[in-house]
């Protein structure tokens, strides 16, 4: 059955190092679909109805490209697996949305906020508080920080064992961050919050991705950082971490050479697999592309561009 050679096709990306959460439920929604019309093999015909059915054009490219890998992959074992040929539903790249820095104010009043959630008497308020707050101070993925065990903050930081592309690191935090986390484990200990956990709700496990997004798009719009219009631009939870970034490129601003050597550590420390990666943060401000443009025009006026 398609269900069965997802699964084990699947397996063989995580024995990789790969988490392949997203491409794992996107391949099982189109193995149900197409045995639902009664296929066995990849059928490149059922492939397009499947996503034809998409929600957007980059969602249905995202869709056709996962099962196009997924039907190479079967058809050299098998030739009765049709083999979709590449770019049916176009080659265009979804581009990068472009950051929200949000304001020192800002985020006080974010994790304020959070404070102020229900329900009362509950870990789950001092949960999203100290979630963002991490967030916030050290430019970690929400993905990371979720994953965090309670054995993973030790003496020497946070182990981060749950990167992106399975890739582990050690993280250095700042010794304000140190206590707030310290802090954030008495109150635990205090409610009796239980869980492996480090960040917990009431169920003694870690929020959802999805639920940890929606409490800080809840937050954003009740403070008017975010408009209230449904699927309206505006800062997101993963602008926390870009807000780090630039901020951090910005102390070393009148100082190329030293925001050369911080570009090093920042892209280790944000866990990037390129340097390509961060280098992206310097087009994120105007402070900073005006300081770039500032270097070119001396360059070019002594004769040296």
């Known amino acids: 059955m398609l269900s069965d050679d997802v699964t084990r096709y699947v397996a063989l990306y995580r024995r990789l190092g790969r988490s392949f959460a997203e491409q794992s439920r996107t391949l099982h929604l189109y193995a149900r679909f197409a045995e639902a019309q009664g296929d066995s093999h990849v059928r490149i015909a059922r492939i397009h109805d499947w996503c034809a059915t998409a929600s957007s054009p980059n969602r249905a490219r995202t869709c056709y490209d996962a099962v196009r890998r997924l039907g190479a992959f079967l058809n050299a074992e098998d030739p009765r697996h049709e083999l979709p040929?590449?770019?049916a539903f176009g080659r265009g790249k979804r581009p990068r949305p472009a950051p929200h820095l949000l304001e020192p104010g800002q985020?006080?009043?974010?994790?304020?906020?959070a404070l102020d959630l229900g329900p009362n008497g509950s870990i789950s308020p001092y949960t999203f508080?100290?979630?963002?707050?991490?967030?916030?101070?050290?430019?970690m993925r929400i993905s990371e920080a979720l994953a965090l065990q309670a054995g993973d903050f030790g003496p020497d930081g946070l182990t981060i064992r749950h990167g992106k592309f399975g890739k582990s690191r050690l993280l250095p935090i700042h010794a304000s961050t140190r206590a707030a986390l310290a802090e954030y484990t008495v109150i635990r200990r205090g409610m009796r919050a239980s869980g492996d956990d480090f960040f917990v709700l009431r169920s003694g496990r870690a929020p959802s991705k999805v639920r940890a997004h929606a409490v800080f798009?809840?937050?954003?719009?009740?403070?008017?950082?975010?408009p209230q219009a449904p699927r309206s631009p505006g800062p997101r939870l993963h602008d926390l971490r870009h807000s780090f970034a630039v901020?951090?490129?910005e102390a070393c601003l009148h100082d190329r050479e030293a925001v050369a050597?911080?570009?090093?550590?920042l892209s280790t420390y944000?866990?990037?697999?390129?340097?390509?990666?961060?280098?992206?943060?310097?087009?994120?401000t105007p402070v900073l592309m005006h300081s770039i443009a500032a270097a070119g025009e001396q360059l070019f006026a002594e004769g040296r561009a």
């Open 261 to 265: 050597h911080h570009m090093a550590g």
């Open 270 to 284: 944000l866990g990037h697999a390129s340097m390509a990666h961060t280098y992206w943060y310097l087009e994120a």
């Open 107 to 113: 985020i006080r009043d974010i994790l304020r906020a």
């Open 85 to 87: 040929p590449a770019g």
């Open 217 to 226: 798009v809840e937050i954003a719009r009740n403070l008017g950082i975010r």
């Open 247 to 249: 901020r951090s490129l």
């Open 129 to 139: 508080h100290y979630l963002y707050g991490l967030l916030a101070t050290t430019g």
